[in-house]
């Protein structure tokens, strides 16, 4: 079965700064990979996904994410924090055999500090 | 609506009493998805109903838990004798086939006093 890791449960940056959330999966087979956020009080909305194709994906928000299959990653990145970006960030990879059964990584809780 | 909604928002309920949770997704939506999401435990998968497919119930803790999709559309998920353990936040999603894009509602939290 298909598993997210996600290092670090809180990542704290100023305003201004680079953000980096780690997330590693485990597969044998090249995966889906997807990053969801979640502002306080509210649902999940896709950041960006990757499926195929060019391994650097950018998403909404400034937000990208590089698949690197040697080293079984896809880390979140932003050059530049903003206030707004503070919320939980989710990694999630698609099952095996390309199922759409999500599963998701315990979250990054994010906070910009000003 | 544009989006997936879920009723009630919040509800507390009794130690032993049935619950009902349900989830409209969006208009089209083949796949519907329910997750558990617990303080600092992510999303625990829960169940997954594509189309006209056997659904994927391979995420239900117990059999207290049981979900229907009806019509292809609305979904219900029914938690028996709540446990105080089955407090927390119950998210579904749709998506169209092979989008690979998860649509989720607000959520419903649940409170088992």
């Known amino acids: 079965a298909q598993s997210v890791t996600q290092l670090g449960s809180h990542v704290s940056v100023s305003e201004g700064a680079l953000v980096l959330l780690r997330c590693n999966y485990s597969s044998s087979v090249p995966p889906y990979l997807f990053w969801y956020v979640q502002y306080p009080n509210q649902g999940l909305q896709l950041l960006l996904k990757y499926t195929t194709g060019a391994t650097l994906v950018k998403g909404i928000n400034g937000f990208e994410a590089e698949f690197k299959k040697s080293e079984t990653s896809f880390h979140l990145t932003k050059p530049s924090a903003h206030m707004s970006d503070a919320a939980e960030y989710f990694c999630a990879v698609s099952e095996e055999g390309g199922s759409e059964k999500l599963v998701f990584g315990k979250g990054t809780k994010l906070t910009v500090n000003p | 609506g544009a989006g997936v909604s879920q009723s009630p928002s919040n509800k507390v309920t009794e130690k032993g009493k049935d619950v009902e949770l349900r989830c409209d997704p969006i208009?089209?939506?083949?796949?519907l998805y329910w997750y558990r999401q617990s303080l600092g435990q992510g999303l625990e998968f829960l169940i997954y109903?594509?189309?006209?497919?056997?659904?994927?119930k391979s995420g239900l803790p117990s059999d207290r838990f049981s979900a229907e999709r009806t019509g292809g559309s609305v979904s219900t998920l029914t938690i028996q004798r709540t446990q105080q353990e089955d407090s927390a936040v119950y998210l579904c999603?749709?998506?169209?086939?092979?989008?690979?894009?998860?649509?989720f509602g607000q959520g419903t939290r649940l409170t088992v006093v």
């Open positions: 208009s089209g939506h083949t796949a």
């Open positions: 109903f594509q189309g006209n497919s056997a659904p994927d």
């Open positions: 999603a749709s998506s169209l086939v092979s989008s690979y894009e998860a649509f």
